[in-house]
């Protein structure tokens, strides 16, 4: 295991506060570069969850595990606007561009591993039947990485977002439950051939 997702502490919100100041870490994960939020207003937003409130909003912090080093945030959103809820909104950015080199640090397979942690809460803890994936159309990164966990390109909504002086599509895409036992169910398989294979004299 690479990392770990843990509670939102209140000491978190510095290193937060200093990644959602950042333009090239907000215009990827929020589509919005010129994102500024001073430490109240921040400590406002996660008032919340800090105090262990259920709000339909679980947010995270990604922590390396080999140093116990913050080095992302993550959320999941239930909606709230259905009869029955029954789907949730995944996100995850890993801020840390301090202490490496950011390619070296993206890239890694840390966001392959929060991104698999964040499926199995929404699917195998809460029992909810989707998941949807929201990203602006050139975000390469972010809708490989989707595709690659299986999450299958379900809508394009046209100039979307404006930002940097143009419109930007957004792409919508969606992973179901029995998409992603299906996927695990495969992935346990080759696993288990490839122990049995270490294994066999
Ligand atoms: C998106 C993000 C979390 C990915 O984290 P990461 O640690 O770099 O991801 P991984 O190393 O696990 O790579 C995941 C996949 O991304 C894709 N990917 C990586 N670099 C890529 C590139 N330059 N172009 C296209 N796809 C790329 C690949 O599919 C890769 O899987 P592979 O290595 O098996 O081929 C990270 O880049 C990030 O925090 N970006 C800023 C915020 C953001 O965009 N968040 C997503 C918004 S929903």
Redesign the pocket.
Known sequence: MLVVLRALEREDLIVLHKWQNDEE?MR??RSFPDHVISKEALEAEFARELKGEDTGRRAYIIEEKSSNKPI?WATIRIHGFQRRNTTADV?????DKTAWNKKI???????????KLLLDEVFRQLNLHRAE???FAE??????????LGFKEEARLRDAVFFDNRYHDMVVLGLLKQEFESIRAAAETSRDKTVSYLQSP
Do not use: F, M, P, R
Request: proline share 0%; net charge positive; aromatic share 12%.
């Open positions: 870490i990827l994960a992302g996100g995850l950015a890993l801020g640090a993206w890239n890694k397979g840390y966001g392959t591993e929060t991104a994936w929201w990203t975000n390469n990164v972010s809708v490989q990485l989707a595709k690659k």
